[in-house]
C-alpha cells in the first residue's frame, strides 16, 4: 500500500493523504483502511436487511418529553455494518433500535478508536423530508475513520444507507403533522476487536441511529463564550482538531464544566502563546466586526492548519455570505486573536457574533470572557445580530423547504 | 465545589487539582467527581458481591496457545461497578467473565469519556501470587479519570478489587506449575450515559479483566523506533498526555502502522520543533549515553510539563538506577532532543537504550531512525545491553520472588 520508493522522511506524515488518494478504487474494497488488496467487502448499501420493529410498540412523544430527561429517546431503527479485516464489510442491517454487545477488552472502550458525524433531518413546511448536504457528512466521516485508523469506505454508500434509516423512520418520528421539527442523525464507526495492546482494531462496526435533540440555537441572553485556560488546549498543529474523533471531545470536559458551572454556556478555544480564536464549544466561530478602517468583516478561524473542524454549517455561512452579503460584508477566513478582537471591543468595532455547527445550529454569541476582560457583543435584534438572524433564517428555509436549493436533498419516504 | 472567591482567569487550569485535593473526604463520597456532596456511595470494595462461574466451563489454555489468536483470552471472572451521579458507587460485582451491553447512545462510543490501567500479576519462583506496586496503579487511575470527567474513587478500594480478582481468579489461571508466568490486569472507567451531546457522563461503569498477553520484552534484534512525522504530534503541552487515557491511543495507530510496515516497531515521539525526545510507542523511554565529558548517565524525559506518563516501571527504573548504580552512573531526568541522541551516535557515545512500561517490561532498543539518519545503539550482551540486563534483572526479582521487596504485593489466594 505505501510504496517502497516513498523517501524515508515522509513515513505517516501523508499516510491519511495516502489513503484517501487510494478511494477511487472503492468499488474493490480497497477503502477498507487496512490495505490488504481487492478481496475484501465493500461498504453496499445495496445489501441492507431489514428487520422491522412492531411501529405500535413505541409511541413518539411530543418533542419536549423527548428531550427532557438523561436518555437520549431513538427511533424504532437503527442500521448496524460489521467489518472485520479478512473479509471486509458486512451486509448492512436495519433493525430494531437497542443495546450494542461489546467484549470488555473491544478496542473502543480502551483507546478511543471512534469516530462520529452528526446531521439533521429536517420535516419541511412543504411536508418534505430533507437531509443537509449529507454528502459533506459522509466524506468527512471518511476522512476521520481513516485517522483513527478505522476502516474505510465509499461516502456514497453510507449516505444511502442515512436516507435508508430516514425513509423507514421518518414518516413516523417527524411526522408531517409537525413541520419545523427535525430529528439528529448520528452514524458513527467503533473499534470492536476484543482484544487489548494498542493496535489497529481487526474489527469495528458502523452504526447509525436517529433520534430527538433539544434545540440549543437561542439561548435566553445568548451565548456566552469563556476562553480556556493557558494550561488547557482542545487541539493543536500536528494533532487531530479536524477530525470529528472521540478524542477531541471527552478531554475537553474538564474546562467546559467549569466554564459551565461559572454560568457561561461553551469555552472559546484559544491556541498558542498568540491566542488564536479557534472554536466555540464543539462548534466553529464566528465574529463579524468592523476593521479600524471601517470595512465590516465576517471573520472565522481557516481550515489550513487542521486545528478546527471544517464544519458543513460553517461551510454554508460562508458560502451564503459571499454570495447573499456581499455588498454589505467581506467574507475572511484567517486567524485572528483575542487581544484583536478584545481591542475591537473597546473600540465599539465588534458588531455581533455566532457559533455554527450541526447541534447548536447558528448560535447567537453574547459576551467573551478571557482572563479579567468581558467582552460584551451586540445583538441587534435583542436576541440575535442583524446579519446572524438572515443567515439563519436563509439556512433554514433551506432545510425546512421554503427555499429550493440543492444543498436540501429531499428523501423519498416509504409510506 | 469551586470556591466562588476564585479568581476568574484561572478557570478549569487548576480544576485537576481541586478535584484531586478533594479526595481526602473520601469516606463520603465526594470524590465521585460531580462536586455534588455526601450523599453519594463511594466506591466500597467491602460490598463485593461474587457469583462465581462454572470452574470447569474454560480450561487454562498454554500460554502460547492464549497469545496466537486475534482475541484476549481473559480469566473466569471479572468486576463490575456501576456508579451514576444521583446514586454514586453500586456494590461492585464479580462475576462471570463477559460482554458488556451498551447503548449505541452511550458516552463512551462518541466522545472518548475512557481510562485504564495495565498492571500485570506474577507467579513467583516461591509460588506466591504477587503485584507490582498496585498502589500506584491505583492513584493513576484516580488522576485518568478525573481528567476525563468521570467519576472519582479511594485508590484503595480500587486496588483491593484488583487484589479479590487475582486472589480468586490466580490459583487456576496463574497456576504454581508455572512460575515466572504473568497475567495482565485491565482496570478501565467508561461513560456509559446513553445521551449524545457533548457533556459529562452521569452514568459511569468500571471493570476489571484479568488476561493473556504476549511477552514483549525481547524482541529479535532489539526494539527498533522510527520518529514520528513533523505534522503527527502524540501530545502537547496543556493536553493530557500524562494521562492513560483512550483519547492518547487511537490517534498514534497511524504512525505507529506506518512505522510498523517499515520494518519498526514503535514511534519514537518527539515534541516540538525542538524535537524533545519523549517516549516509545506507549512506553516510557531510557537512554545510556556518555556525556562529552566522558560521564555516564541514564537519562529520560521530564515528568513536569506533563506530556508524558508517569509510568510504575520509568519511576521503578530511576529508583533502583538511583540505588543500586550509583557508582557506575548519572540518573538524569531532563529534556532532550534528537539531534542530541544523534550527535552523541556520531561521536560514540550512545552506550544503550530500552523502552519501559508494563507491556512491554524492560524491552532493548537497538535502533532509531531520524528523518534519513540511523542510530544504532549497541547491546553489549548480544540481545540486550549490559545496565538494561541488570535493572531488568531487579525487577524481575522483585516481581516474581526471588528478592523480597516492599514492592512485591503479595495476593492472598483462594484456594
Redesign the interface.
Known sequence: ??PQKRP?????????EHKIAEQPALSNGSANGT?NGSSLAPLDASKLIITRADPAARPVPDEATACSG???V?TDH?ITVSWNSSTGWSAPELKP?G???????AS???????C?E?LKAFRGFDGKLRLFRPDLNCKRMLMST????LPGFDPAELEKLIIMLMSIDGPKWLPASRPGSFL?L?P?I??T????????P??ALL?I?A?F??RMDSPKGGMKL?T??????RA?????GYAK???????????????K??GFTQILWLYGKEGYCTEA??SNFFLVWKTPEGKTQLITAPLDDKLILDGVTRRSVVQLAKERLADELEVVERKYTIDEVIQAHKEGRIVEAFAAGT?FFICPVSQI?H??VDVHIPMAQGDVGEYTAKIKQWMANIMYGKEQHPWGVVVEEQQ
Open positions: 500500500m505505501i524515508a522522511e515522509d513515513l505517516a506524515a501523508t499516510a491519511l490495505g438523561n436518555e437520549t431513538c437503527m433500535y443495546p450494542l454487545t461489546l467484549m470488555p477488552t473502543v472502550l480502551h483507546y478511543a478508536t471512534e462520529f452528526g481513516l485517522r483513527i485508523s439528529y448520528r458513527a467503533i473499534g476487536q476484543p482484544q487489548l495492546g494498542v493496535q489497529t481487526k474489527e452504526f441511529t433520534s435533540m433539544p469563556h480556556n485556560p493557558e494550561d488547557m488546549v493543536w498543529v500536528g494533532g487531530f474523533v472521540g478524542a477531541n471531545y471527552g478531554p475537553s470536559l474538564l474546562a467546559t464544566n467549569e466554564a458551572e461559572r464549544g464543539a447541534a470572557r482572563r479579567d
